[in-house]
């Protein structure tokens, strides 16, 4: 069954970096495009980024572009998030998700992983 | 950047009743190549990651409940839920993949 699991969030300052990564079982990654969707505590869900499955496209919402960079490496599997110079507006749960296209693009996630908190704190 | 937009915010519905959740893009999501509108519906449970319910506007996803249907075209899209169940308390989302960057609604809770 398809699995996502994401790691690396916790506690960070403004101004630092972290890197989150999710690992991917239970599917061929190499053949999906995947996702990163944050949910602010108490808010709704915000896009973050995404990545064509072969890693030769990547996409970005606008407060983070600069800051914030996708990778993958699909012969391990995992999708990574590097984030820099975090802000306390990047408070979220970041949840990795799969898209759900066998197609070149962007389109929904159909699988999500549990996520993990990242607190951007003084 | 494609706005969502949902409405209401909250809706309480009694068991065994319709609920009605509408959402409005800020521009059509239609793409007139394929005549797909490119809209999907996630519901999500507190401390759950989102649950995709509906994928192309009207597709339901294998598993989901018939109760569960999307409809709409271009810019103005409904999820409803024919029949409320206990188990439909949640928070339901709305979701452009149009264009990037892909943006979600503001979400709308429905409580019994």
């Known amino acids: 069954q398809v699995q996502l699991v994401e790691s690396g969030g916790g506690v960070v300052q403004p101004g630092r970096s972290l890197r989150l990564s999710c690992a991917a079982s239970?599917?061929?990654?190499?053949?999906?495009?995947m996702h990163w969707v944050r949910q602010a505590p108490g808010k709704g869900l915000e896009w973050v980024a995404a990545?064509?499955?072969?890693?030769?496209?990547?996409y970005y919402e606008d407060s983070v572009k600069g800051r914030f960079s996708i990778s993958r490496d699909n012969s391990k599997n995992t999708l990574y998030l590097q984030m820099n110079s975090l802000r306390a507006e990047d408070t979220a749960v970041y949840y990795c998700g799969r898209d759900a296209q066998l197609v070149p693009g962007l389109y929904y996630c159909d699988y999500w992983g549990r996520g993990t908190l990242v607190t951007v704190s003084s | 950047d494609i706005v969502m937009t949902q409405s209401p915010d909250s809706l309480a519905v009694s068991l065994g009743e319709r609920a009605t959740i509408n959402c409005k893009s800020s521009q059509s999501v239609l793409y007139s190549s394929n005549n797909k509108n490119y809209l999907a519906w996630y519901q999500q449970k507190p401390g759950q990651p989102p649950k995709l319910l509906v994928y192309?506007?009207?597709t339901r996803v294998s598993g989901v409940p018939d109760r569960f249907s999307g409809s709409g075209s271009g810019t103005d899209f409904t999820l409803t839920i024919s029949s409320l169940q206990a188990e439909d308390v949640a928070v339901y989302y709305c979701?452009?993949?149009?264009?990037?960057?892909?943006?979600f609604g503001g979400g709308t809770k429905v409580e019994i």
């Open positions: 192309w506007a009207s």
């Open positions: 990545i064509w499955y072969d890693g030769t496209n990547k």
């Open positions: 239970g599917f061929t990654f190499s053949n999906y495009g």
């Open positions: 979701h452009q993949y149009y264009s990037s960057p892909l943006t």
